[in-house]
């Protein structure tokens, strides 16, 4: 058998060759494999990649080499030998199938020619100065042969960094086809798994023959080794393999040449598929093509292991592409032999945005009815959307994940749907007067005139979690402002988000637009639906501070409209009433402390200590149960204090907050500037010219006087219903009703105008002038 077997030497760990890998890497390797599971079947969804306990990673030689194609990629093998080794001391067992040597040889045999000729030139001519040297084509084995010792040095020197030990195992054809040498290499590649060793495994290039055309394929017992795909396949199925991961040039699988117009990632490819596939051309260096490594994955798939193709050479992704995979993200194309009975995210939101563009095109009126008729239907079907409801309240119950914050957001009850059907028939009214209508009007010249009017945004990504009575409003709001919704709320609400999205769709349906909004419930991770840019125009997190920082953290290229915390103040001035800051007080903190707009901390003016107003307000607050933290001046006033508070930024969602004392209204808002969020803040005062100059100086998305913080909500505000709060700066701020959903276009109409007709030397003048635009006015 043409098996070579090379061990390294069990080193100490040394200082790492770079630091190419982020700190997710580094977060990622504290995890612990879990137990094994049975081999015989492949992965039906990404999220169960986590499982994968034996791996195989395929580097193709565009992956390893340098661009020039003599020399290795250092770099970017650096990375992934990283990535290789956090997973094997995770407890996995890693293998790496590897391309290379050829290109490692290349290198070696260039310079060894370059410099014999060099010397023998000097020599002969006596001087330094040497003429032009050309390199002869350099035959591929002897490449190999060459480059095999020194790429395999290579791989050791590097995981040495890891304390990882390495072994090289150099296969032909006839090592596979030929059962005693077929059970020596299953043995010997065994018994390395089971020592903890990561083998490194190749074509031995420098004595294979040259790969017999059409021979790559021929069953599901057969396959020939004429390339790494094809090798890898094989290994992997020979092996028991749960996860082969083959890392090449090109993203994944795409549906036509990747470059062209038309062509598309695809996620998750099925056998049967590649009927509909375009193939392009191979890499720049290798033997394989996309066609080889696609016929190799699946052979792989029907022997029971799951296969991703990734792109290994980006050098945004490199550094983590393999512990993604593994994690289960959207990474390159996932081979499955389970078809899902939807669609596809990608292919809701293709389906959102075309019924969404005829959902625009109604008249005002018709959404109008689809809002009404939704209302109906809240209240009609009550009872079967309270049983859902019931349903997963018992489910979060039992599981305990949930905080009660969360369990109240949960929640509905008659009182809400009630509430929710009044605020969409309040918007059903207003969404007559939304797209289309004329914001302004120019007479840029005689027969040549602009307008300026709203439009729909496009299509819309609304995350919500424990909050299923979100899902009614923004699809409303939706509908109000002609723009098409793909909703993914969390699973603790699934069945309630069912029958909600069911009732939206039955509401849709009187005139046509069903598709229009789509319930995202397949495993998607909220990570990848924020990778959908070419899909998605504007993403809307409802939910808590850490899903929003999440979602703006893995936005790529999408805007995210929202507030990552709402920690709200209330400011009790010096001349305060007792009633109204008692009452403001109890019921920003205690109406529903789990909203994003109830208070979270409360200043009080230095002169108020020991007041009756102070001593009020907290016998109230203890009357409530609110519990109190003591912010840090507040504390030194104190002889026994409550415990000091951990942070003055704190959104705590519950019945407690924090008490500071300020030194007087600028103190106030100093210290909402610098601890707020900018979302709700209140002054209570019955000082005219102090609460003006707090509602102008405080830069918040709302700022109240004399009234509670509550109030910052889209139906209390009148918008009938509201899509989240934004504390951006552009935009829609704060309460984000059906105004904050539309965007505008300009639409010109002339007479065969041209920009010539306006030069020195051009007949016309620019009039320039503005048109009054009658209210309710429409293009």
């Known amino acids: 058998m043409l098996t070579r077997l090379v061990l390294c030497s069990r080193l100490p760990p040394r200082?790492?060759?770079?630091?190419?890998?982020?700190?997710?890497?580094?977060?990622?390797?504290?995890?612990?494999?879990?137990?094994?599971?049975?081999?015989?079947?492949?992965?039906?969804?990404?999220s169960e990649l986590k499982q994968a306990k034996r791996i195989v990673v395929k580097l193709g030689s565009a992956v390893v080499t340098r661009g020039d194609e003599c020399g290795l990629a250092l770099g970017r093998l650096a990375s992934i030998v990283e990535q290789v080794a956090v997973l094997q001391n995770q407890g996995r067992e890693m293998m790496i199938v590897t391309s290379g040597a050829v290109?490692?040889?290349?290198?070696?045999?260039?310079?060894?020619?370059?410099?014999?000729?060099?010397?023998?030139?000097?020599?002969?001519?006596?001087?330094?100065?040497?003429?032009?040297?050309?390199?002869?084509?350099?035959?591929?084995?002897?490449?190999?042969?060459?480059?095999?010792?020194?790429?395999?040095?290579?791989?050791?020197a590097m995981f040495t960094q890891y304390?990882?030990?390495?072994?090289?195992?150099?296969?032909?054809?006839?090592?596979?086809?030929?059962?005693?040498?077929?059970r020596n290499l299953n043995s010997t590649l065994h018994e390395l798994l089971r020592m903890n060793i990561v083998p490194i495994i190749n074509t031995n290039d420098a004595v294979v023959p040259p790969p017999v055309p059409n021979s790559d394929l021929q069953?599901?017992?057969?396959?020939?080794?004429?390339?790494?795909?094809?090798?890898?396949?094989?290994?992997?199925?020979?092996?028991?393999?749960?996860?082969?991961?083959?890392?090449?040039?090109?993203?994944?699988?795409?549906?036509?040449?990747?470059?062209?117009?038309?062509?598309?990632l695809i996620d998750i490819f099925y056998p049967g598929d590649q009927q509909s596939i375009t193939y392009g051309t191979k890499s720049r260096v290798g033997i394989g093509g996309m066609e080889a490594k696609v016929k190799a994955a699946l052979w792989a798939l029907q022997g029971g292991t799951s296969v991703v193709i990734a792109n290994g050479t980006h050098p945004k992704v490199t550094g983590h592409v393999i512990t993604d995979i593994v994690e289960g993200k959207k990474v390159g194309t996932f081979f499955s032999e389970v078809k899902p009975a939807g669609p596809t995210v990608e292919q809701q939101a293709e389906m959102a945005r075309h019924a969404g563009r005829t959902l625009a095109s109604l008249h005002p009126e018709q959404r109008g009815e689809i809002i009404c008729c939704l209302a109906e239907l809240l209240t009609e079907k009550k009872e079967e959307i309270l049983s859902a409801n019931k349903r997963d309240m018992e489910m979060a119950s039992l599981s305990g994940r949930l905080s009660q914050p969360l369990m109240n957001r949960l929640s509905l009850s008659t009182a809400k749907l009630n509430s929710l059907a009044i605020g969409l028939r309040q918007l059903a009214v207003s969404s007559r007067d939304s797209v289309g209508r004329v914001l302004r009007r120019t007479r840029v010249a005689n027969n040549l005139e602009l307008e300026q009017i709203t439009v729909p945004i496009g299509v819309l990504l609304v995350i919500f979690e424990s909050r299923p009575d979100c899902l009614p409003q923004v699809s409303a709001?939706?509908?109000?402002?002609?723009?098409?919704?793909?909703l993914k709320g969390g699973k603790?609400?699934?069945?309630?988000?069912?029958?909600?999205?069911?009732?939206?769709?039955?509401?849709?349906?009187?005139?046509?637009?069903?598709?229009?909004?789509?319930?995202?419930?397949?495993?998607?991770?909220?990570?990848?639906?924020?990778?959908?840019?070419?899909?998605?125009?504007?993403?809307?997190?409802?939910?808590?501070?850490?899903?929003?920082?999440?979602?703006?953290?893995?936005?790529?290229?999408?805007?995210?409209?929202?507030?990552?915390?709402?920690?709200?103040?209330v400011y009790i001035d010096q001349d305060a009433s007792i009633d109204k800051a008692i009452d403001v007080v109890r019921d920003s903190k205690c109406d529903y402390p789990a909203a994003c707009n109830a208070m979270e901390t409360l200043l009080i003016h230095r002169d108020l200590l020991r007041t009756p107003i102070f001593d009020q307000i907290i016998d109230m607050l203890r009357t409530e149960h609110v519990k109190i933290h003591a912010g840090?001046?507040?504390?030194?006033?104190?002889?026994f204090s409550p415990s000091e508070v951990k942070s003055l930024r704190t959104e705590y969602g519950d019945l407690e907050c924090c008490?500071?004392?300020?030194?007087?209204?600028?103190?106030?808002?100093?210290?909402?500037?610098?601890?707020?969020?900018?979302?709700?803040?209140?002054?209570?005062?019955?000082?005219?010219?102090?609460?003006e100059q707090f509602l102008q100086q405080v830069d918040s998305a709302c700022v109240f006087w004399n009234s509670s913080s509550r109030f910052a909500d889209g139906y209390r505000f009148g918008l009938g219903a509201e899509v989240g709060i934004s504390t951006a700066r552009i935009h829609a701020r704060g309460p984000v009703g059906l105004e904050g959903l539309l965007t505008t276009k300009w639409v010109l109409r002339g007479d065969g105008h041209t920009v010539a007709d306006f030069s020195e030397q051009g007949s016309m003048k620019y009039l320039h002038e503005n048109i009054p635009v009658p209210q309710g006015s429409f293009s």
């Open 659 to 691: 008490i500071e004392v300020v030194d007087g209204l600028q103190d106030a808002v100093d210290h909402i500037h610098k601890y707020g969020s900018s979302h709700t803040d209140v002054i209570v005062t019955e000082n005219e010219e102090t609460a």
């Open 219 to 264: 069953g599901v017992n057969v396959i020939s080794i004429k390339d790494n795909d094809s090798l890898a396949a094989r290994l992997a199925v020979e092996m028991k393999v749960d996860l082969l991961i083959a890392l090449s040039d090109v993203e994944g699988l795409y549906d036509s040449p990747p470059g062209t117009d038309d062509a598309k």
């Open 492 to 569: 603790e609400a699934s069945n309630t988000n069912k029958i909600l999205h069911q009732l939206t769709q039955e509401a849709l349906s009187i005139h046509g637009v069903t598709d229009a909004i789509q319930l995202v419930s397949t495993r998607e991770e909220v990570e990848d639906l924020c990778r959908l840019d070419k899909l998605i125009d504007l993403i809307v997190p409802r939910g808590s501070s850490q899903l929003v920082r999440n979602i703006q953290r893995a936005a790529k290229g999408i805007p995210v409209l929202g507030h990552s915390e709402g920690v709200c103040h």
């Open 477 to 486: 709001l939706a509908i109000a402002s002609g723009n098409a919704l793909l």
């Open 632 to 639: 840090p001046r507040f504390a030194s006033y104190l002889t």
């Open 15 to 46: 200082t790492r060759l770079s630091n190419v890998c982020p700190a997710a890497i580094r977060a990622f390797s504290q995890a612990k494999f879990s137990l094994p599971r049975p081999h015989g079947k492949s992965f039906a969804h990404r």
């Open 163 to 182: 304390s990882t030990c390495t072994a090289q195992i150099l296969v032909t054809n006839l090592d596979f086809h030929d059962e005693q040498k077929r």
């Open 103 to 156: 290109a490692f040889g290349k290198q070696r045999l260039r310079h060894e020619i370059l410099l014999s000729q060099s010397v023998r030139q000097a020599l002969h001519s006596g001087q330094n100065q040497l003429k032009d040297m050309s390199v002869p084509v350099l035959e591929a084995r002897a490449c190999a042969a060459a480059g095999q010792s020194g790429l395999m040095a290579l791989y050791e």
